[in-house]
């Protein structure tokens, strides 16, 4: 089983910058549909981007123009790059196949913590 694993958070102050990590535990051909998705405490995980495997691109509207989801299949790895991070940004952001199923599984998570 190929698993994907998150790396890359960390504390940072507002108006920052990180960039997420989703590697693959194997080396794959090519990455599939891959979302990132974030939990912030008390509130149900959500959506934040998207990437196809033919590089189509979408954003919830929270992070639009802020952050970036990419690809580098030479390395199995998706990206979350964010820009301009907000308080409101604090979460466990997860990477996951898409489509997501109930029976999906999700890794630890990395956690992106903004302060002000």
């Known amino acids: 089983q190929v698993r994907l694993v998150e790396s890359g958070g960390g504390s940072v102050q507002a108006g920052g910058s990180l960039r997420l990590s989703c590697a693959a535990t194997?080396?794959?051909?090519?990455?599939?549909?891959v979302g990132w998705y974030r939990q912030a405490p008390g509130k149900p995980r959500e959506l934040v981007a998207v990437?196809?495997?033919?590089?189509?691109?979408i954003y919830t509207d929270a992070v639009k123009g802020r952050f970036a989801i990419s690809r580098d299949n030479a390395k199995s790895t998706v990206y979350l790059q964010m820009n301009g991070l907000k308080v409101e940004d604090t979460a466990v952001y997860y990477c996951?196949?898409?489509?997501?199923?109930?029976?999906?599984?999700w890794g630890q998570g990395t956690q992106v913590t903004v302060s002000s």
């Open positions: 194997e080396t794959i051909n090519s990455i599939k549909d």
């Open positions: 996951n196949r898409e489509p997501v199923t109930p029976r999906s599984s």
């Open positions: 990437i196809t495997r033919d590089d189509v691109t």
